[in-house]
């Protein structure tokens, strides 16, 4: 039977369509995908994340540890609430899966993992905290559960204070990616659309009455399908499709959340990834005739083929557009054939971003 968040009530009332996403009954829209998507780009917009999987770490080796498990470097996180995000990598480099850490102390750290990997992700750090005095805690189920709501948008943080005006004088000042904590709230600047805005932790008993605060202050709710075309307009990966346990982070365009700088610093994946050749590049394609751009379509290039790993349709620029894994040598600014029903479609190679802050890249 699928799991429900605290907010399952809330959606039926307000009309959602709902669906099966990675074992969870999960929001797709509430009437319009379309609108949804809109409203977010344009004002305000809220999805329920509760479904992601919050863990609290907690001991004196939990700076060590963090050092050695993600393959991006906790030790520059030093103000309290501010976050960073990393894949955590097999031995191999193969990624299995992206996540954010918020920094509290050297001792106590918040990690958010995704939904359909959290039962993977919690049995491989376990086994890694070995001879690491530190506890990992699962904060999802259980009298401490979570919930996660993510306010979206250009209005978002002004209609999110005006729901709770409480919170402005610690949130206001918050820079990108960093967090406060507010009355057993964590409100934190980050997001997966490209929009400003915060996403909150909160104790799940609290999640009705604020969701319904916040619709109160004008913000709309959005489901699952907004904030997949929101998210690829950004040109933000989505685990599973853009990258997996076979795809580093090098081959899914997120070489910048590796770093190597410490040579003293040895983190699980390391080795291979500094030895791993990388034959491909990643991309975003415009797509420039009629047609749908959708994952696993077949790219063709003077350089050989490619393929797409995350597609849709763009309400921003009403135009179809994709993320891709290109041979090397495709030149940004080129353009491309892309297979779709037997036909060879025309697309322009871009930067792996189209939309941000409400405007095309």
């Not at 498990?69 to 520059?76: E, G, I, P, S």
């Not at 993992?113 to 070995?130: P, S």
């Not at 109160?216 to 685990?239: H, Q, S, V």
Request: aromatic fraction near 8%; hydrophobic fraction near 45%; glycine fraction near 10%.
């Amino acid at each position: 039977m699928p799991l429900r968040t605290p907010l399952y009530d809330s959606h039926l009332a307000a009309g959602a369509k709902m669906v099966d996403f990675s074992g969870w009954e999960m929001p797709i829209h509430y009437g319009s995908q379309i609108e949804e998507h809109h409203a977010v780009r344009r004002d305000a917009g809220m999805f329920d994340v509760s479904h992601m999987c919050a863990l609290d770490l907690v001991g004196p080796d939990a700076t060590r540890w963090l050092r050695h498990l993600l393959a991006n470097d906790v030790a520059k996180l030093t103000t309290p609430g501010k976050a960073l995000y990393s894949c955590l990598l097999k031995e191999d480099g193969g990624v299995i899966d992206d996540l954010i850490v918020y920094f509290f102390t050297p001792e106590h750290f918040r990690i958010v993992v995704n939904a359909g990997t959290a039962e993977k992700d919690i049995a491989w750090m376990r086994a890694q905290l070995a001879g690491f005095k530190a506890t990992l805690t699962q904060r999802r189920e259980g009298p401490d559960a979570l919930a996660m709501i993510a306010v979206q948008g250009p209005n978002a943080r002004e209609k999110f204070w005006t729901a709770f005006p409480a919170t402005r004088t610690a949130s206001e000042p918050l820079g990108v990616f960093q967090a406060a904590e507010i009355d057993g709230w964590l409100v934190a600047r980050t997001g997966y659309t490209g929009e400003d805005g915060f996403e909150i932790a909160l104790p799940a008993a609290d999640a009705g009455p604020v969701w319904q605060k916040l619709l109160a202050a004008g913000i709309k709710p959005c489901g699952l399908g907004a904030r997949d075309t929101l998210r690829l307009e950004a040109g933000m990966n989505l685990y599973g499709q853009d990258m997996d346990e076979n795809i580093s982070p090098f081959e899914a365009g997120l070489k910048w959340t590796v770093d190597l700088k410490d040579p003293a610093r040895d983190f699980i994946g390391k080795s291979a990834l500094v030895t791993r050749r990388v034959d491909v590049q990643f991309a975003g394609l415009l797509l420039l005739e009629r047609g749908v751009l959708r994952a696993h379509q077949k790219v063709i290039t003077p350089q050989g083929e490619g393929e797409i790993t995350s597609g849709s349709f763009s309400p921003s620029l009403n135009q179809s557009v994709a993320l891709a894994r290109l041979p090397m040598g495709v030149a940004i600014g080129s353009e491309v054939d892309v297979e779709i029903r037997d036909k060879r479609l025309k697309a322009r190679v871009v930067k792996p971003s189209f939309v941000r802050n409400g405007k095309p890249v």
